[in-house]
C-alpha cells in the first residue's frame, strides 16, 4: 500500500468515524460499502478497510450477507460498567502525576483548561454570528474533554493504561451525546479541581477529585437521560443556562492556576 492509499483510507476512516460519533449515521444504521463509498466520493476500498478499522473500534460490527451496521448505544448497565472501569483507572493515575514533581502535568493541564475557555470567550465575542450552535458547542466540550483525561493518563507513562482508555474512548464519546452537562459547566469546574490538586502536587485530594468527577458525570447522565433521548436537548430544569449563559458562566470560573492558585 502506498503513502497515498494510506493517508485516503485515514482520511475515510476518520469522516465514517466523525458521522458515526456525532449522529449523522445513528445507531443501529445500516452501512453498505458501495453506498458509503458513493457518498463520500472514493473507491470502495478505502471504505472496506475503514470498516474493518471501525470495527475494532466496536463501533460497527459484520451485519450479514453484506454489509455492517453501527453498533446501538450502550446500555444502563453497560455505562455503569465503563464508569466501573474509569474508576479503577483514573483515580489511580491521577494520584500518581500528582507524586511525580518531575514530570508533573499540572501546568499543561491548566493550560488546557484556560485554552478552553478563552476559546469559548472568542467565541462569545463574536456572537451568533460565527454560525456556531449546539452541536459544535458539544463537539468543543467532548474534545476538551479528550485532551484533558488523555494527557493525565499520557503522563503515567503505562502505555497499557492509555491503550485501556483508547479502547473505551468511541464510548465515552458517545456518552457524551446524552446531555447530561450540555454546556461543560460543571465538566470545566471539576477538571480545574482535578487540575489544582495535581499542580499542588497533592496525590489524595487529585485521586478524590477525579472519583468525585466521575461519578458526578454517571450522575448527570442518570439525571439528564430520564426523560431525554440521545442528542436531544435537557428538559427544562434539567439545564438553566442557554449556551451564551453557560459560556459566560464557565468564563466567569477563573482561571486555572499551576502554581498553587486557588
Known amino acids: 500500500m502506498t503513502g497515498r492509499d494510506t493517508a485516503a483510507e485515514s482520511t475515510v476512516y ?14 443501529g444504521e445500516r452501512i453498505t460499502i458501495d453506498r458509503m463509498a458513493r457518498e463520500l466520493g472514493v473507491s470502495q476500498t478505502p471504505v472496506r478497510e475503514a470498516m474493518q478499522r471501525l470495527e475494532g473500534d466496536r463501533l460497527v460490527r459484520t451485519r450479514h450477507p453484506r454489509g455492517y451496521a453501527t453498533t446501538p448505544l450502550l446500555s444502563r448497565r453497560d455505562l455503569e460498567m465503563m464508569i466501573e472501569m474509569r474508576l479503577l ?46 452541536s459544535d458547542w458539544k463537539q468543543e466540550l467532548s474534545q476538551h474533554d479528550t485532551r484533558f483525561h488523555t494527557r493525565i493518563l ?17 464510548h465515552l464519546h458517545l456518552f457524551r451525546l446524552f ?22 502536587c ?37 439545564s438553566g ?6 459560556r459566560s458562566h464557565v468564563l466567569g470560573a477563573g482561571a486555572c492556576e499551576p502554581d498553587g492558585g486557588s
Open 241 to 246: 443556562r442557554e449556551p451564551a449563559a453557560a
Open 89 to 134: 483507572l483514573e483515580p489511580w493515575a491521577a494520584k500518581v502525576v500528582a507524586a511525580d514533581r518531575g514530570s508533573n502535568p499540572g501546568r499543561a493541564l491548566c493550560e488546557e483548561i484556560n485554552a478552553f475557555r478563552d476559546g469559548l470567550g472568542a467565541s462569545d465575542g463574536k456572537g451568533a454570528s460565527d454560525g456556531k450552535g449546539a
Open 179 to 200: 446531555p447530561g452537562d450540555p454546556h461543560g459547566t460543571d465538566t470545566v469546574s471539576e477538571h480545574a479541581e482535578i487540575a489544582q490538586a495535581i499542580a499542588d
Open 154 to 170: 499520557e503522563a503515567t507513562g503505562n502505555s497499557f493504561l492509555l491503550d485501556a482508555y483508547r479502547q473505551m474512548h468511541p
Open 14 to 27: 476518520a469522516r465514517i468515524r466523525s458521522m458515526i460519533l456525532d449522529g449523522t449515521v445513528p445507531p
Open 202 to 238: 497533592d496525590p489524595q485530594a487529585a485521586e478524590a477529585a477525579m472519583r468525585t468527577h466521575i461519578l458526578r458525570a454517571l450522575e448527570r447522565f442518570s439525571a439528564s437521560t430520564a426523560d431525554a433521548a440521545p442528542g436531544q436537548e435537557p428538559a427544562d430544569g434539567a
